[in-house]
């Protein structure tokens, strides 16, 4: 059973970076790698919200509200995933979510009800 652990969030003021990690158990051998992953964020009483993603194959998608402030990145020698955020915004906070699974396209990366697998979250609070 696949398990997804985030960390890393917090409160820092606008302008300010937050780096998230994302640590995955339950792989056996090298099967972390086949998975992509992404994350997540959702407001409450909104929808949630695909915010960056990455393929098995290293490509990278991202939500146009985070696309050049947001990098995500993995780290396949210790199953982990992270999303360096800069810049932040009060419109970014959020509860982020870690989300894994390994069928889908690289085209529905960003799309939630794609993903098996989720973590609980992790709060993220930007102040003005």
């Known amino acids: 059973q696949v398990q997804l652990v985030e960390s890393g969030g917090g409160s820092v003021q606008a302008g300010g970076s937050l780096r998230l990690s994302c640590v995955a158990s339950?792989?056996?051998?090298?099967?972390?790698?086949?998975?992509?992953m992404g994350w997540f964020r959702r407001v409450s009483g909104k929808e949630r919200e695909g915010v960056a993603a990455i393929y098995i194959d290293g490509r990278t998608a991202y939500a146009d509200s985070v696309k050049g402030r947001f990098t995500i990145s993995r780290d396949n020698t210790k199953n982990s995933l992270h999303l360096q955020m800069n810049s932040l915004q009060p419109e970014d906070t959020a509860m982020y979510y870690c989300?894994?699974?390994?069928?889908?396209?690289?085209?529905?990366?960003?799309?939630?009800?794609?993903?098996?697998?989720w973590g609980q979250g992790t709060q993220v609070t930007v102040s003005s």
């Open positions: 989300a894994a699974d390994p069928y889908i396209a690289y085209w529905s990366l960003l799309q939630g009800s794609r993903y098996a697998y």
């Open positions: 339950g792989y056996t051998g090298d099967t972390y790698n086949y998975y992509r």
